[in-house]
């Protein structure tokens, strides 16, 4: 991986320049070092380089002699990256929570809905002392009420505010129940395949076990209950304790929805085999086949069947329509867990004092959208506008993938990924290995040089062996997504 190989290269550099330094690549955490994150790793950053040559040449007026004017980055789910606006109602009430002085401005009700205003009042009432101060370390307990309404009314079924964790995204949330889990390295932890590679990346910090388990390609990655207990049999074969079973719903990157009857299967399995439940829901609005396949949380699953799993949800404002990846808002909820270990992961959450106010802010705003007046119907107007364009974009996707000789991509009912299975030609596939990478590697290079597309190998999040894949987001503008799809589908011809 290019992340890491920059990285030992200077290290080494600097092993034989300065001998005197602590903490070198030899020294350091053998843990760290080896692990990898697919996502920001090599062809992304060839596409960074790339990027800024493509500009340095454009402020020199240097001709540019590539095949592409500039990069398409698709190898992540950033939405505002690529041109998504953010969300009105949002960013004012922000605005004014975090400089109140504009609520007693003369200018206030010129400058924001009425809407607005008030919700920002709403806010600052169990804000004492600004958005500038720490917080309770679990989190605003007022937002946290807010999150546990709106839990309670998307399942029909009661949430506790004192379950619920205010984090800095969904990814720190999982890193919190993760190093509670994993005691030694014997423990693994059940993780799709394929899967979002922060899981397979912290259980490699955390020294635990992968022990992953595959969804069916051909039945549009569903759920196999007996690639489940395989999965589960092989870690004890090998002296590992199974600790915990992770699923993605709606799924990353397969972009696939599980039904109402592969969840039940899910809370069953962990039942039978004493598992902790990790459902990392952060797609749940990017559902574009509703009245088929509708999003349906493990926490109803769980509450339907009378279920005493011990359940950890895990929600995001980085993804559905609001895309504020960079404000890093995000909740988890503990059901079912003993009050004790809940205890210690208040005090895990407390050894960072609190999450980010800007990150608790949005999350307050995303699960209590405005209800009434002007800001309701923009706001309205603007998320629908952004969920059909992806609903759009995700069936062209679709259609174009399949319509590629050697392509084959399974329907794309959530999330905002295609995971697209290529066939390569041998003599592709030789060369590759004969040059030290995986195929998909050299494809998604080879694609990024080609056409300036950048995408994810498969091999970074994992896949049957023998098969090709990469990860795709459907995010750019309609009009540069088509057009990238139309170059991904020469790129793909000239291979074969």
């Not at 030899?26 to 994150?37: G, H, K, V």
């Not at 917080?135 to 709106?150: L, T």
């Not at 009050?339 to 980010?356: F, M, R, T, Y």
Request: aromatic share 8%.
């Amino acid at each position: 991986m290019v992340v890491r190989s920059i990285a030992t290269s200077a290290a080494v550099k600097s092993v034989h320049t300065t001998c005197s330094k602590n903490l070198r690549v030899d020294t350091m955490n053998t843990r760290l070092r080896t692990m990898q994150y697919a996502v920001r790793g090599e062809v992304p950053i060839r596409a960074g380089v790339l990027s800024k040559e493509l500009e340095s040449e454009r402020q020199q007026g240097i001709s540019n002699k590539r095949p592409f004017g500039k990069i398409l980055f698709c190898n992540i789910g950033n939405p505002q990256s690529v041109g998504q606006k953010p969300i009105t109602f949002f960013r004012s009430v922000l605005s004014l929570v975090d400089n109140p002085r504009l609520l007693t401005s003369a200018s206030v009700h010129t400058l924001f809905e009425d809407e607005e205003i008030e919700r920002a009042h709403d806010i600052l009432s169990y804000l004492p002392n600004g958005s500038g101060a720490y917080s309770d370390s679990q989190g605003v307990e007022g937002i946290r009420r807010n999150v546990a309404q709106f839990v309670e009314k998307r399942d029909g079924y009661s949430c506790e505010p004192s379950n619920i964790f205010l984090t800095n995204g969904a990814s720190s949330a999982i890193q919190m129940l993760l190093t509670a889990l994993i005691a030694d390295e014997n423990d693994s932890i059940m993780i799709p395949t394929p899967q979002y590679p922060i899981y397979s990346a912290l259980i490699s910090l955390l020294n635990g076990k992968q022990a992953g388990y595959y969804l069916d390609e051909e039945s549009n990655w569903s759920l196999n209950l007996q690639a489940l207990e395989s999965s589960f049999d092989a870690s004890v074969s090998q002296g590992h304790r199974p600790r915990a079973m992770v699923v993605i719903n709606p799924g990353n990157p397969t972009g696939n929805t599980m039904s109402y009857d592969d969840l039940c299967t899910v809370v069953r399995f962990c039942e039978k085999h004493n598992l902790v439940l990790m459902s990392d829901e952060v797609y749940q609005e990017n559902c574009y086949n509703p009245t088929e396949r509708p999003f349906v949380s493990c926490k109803k699953i769980v509450q339907d069947l009378g279920s005493d799993v011990e359940l950890a949800s895990f929600h995001s404002t980085s993804k559905g329509f609001i895309g504020e990846c960079g404000r890093r808002g995000g909740y988890m909820e503990m059901h079912n867990f003993d009050p004790q270990v809940q205890a210690e992961i208040v005090k895990l959450a407390s050894s960072g004092l609190c999450s980010n106010l800007d990150g608790q802010l949005m999350l307050d705003l995303m699960v209590k959208p405005p209800t009434k007046g002007v800001a309701y119907s923009t706001h309205m107007d603007e998320k629908s506008a952004i969920l059909d364009s992806l609903k759009v974009k995700a069936d062209m996707v679709y259609e174009m993938l399949n319509q590629t000789p050697g392509v084959s991509c399974q329907p794309l009912e959530g999330a905002m990924y295609a995971f697209p299975k290529l066939d390569l030609p041998k003599s592709f596939v030789d060369r590759a290995i004969a040059d030290g990478k995986s195929p998909d590697s050299m494809y998604a290079i080879s694609l990024l040089e080609s056409t300036g597309i950048c995408t994810v190998p498969g091999s970074g999040f994992g896949q049957v062996k023998g098969t090709h894949h990469v990860r795709m987001t459907f995010l750019p503008p309609k009009d540069e997504l088509e057009n990238a799809m139309k170059q991904f589908q020469k790129h793909h011809m000239s291979i074969r």
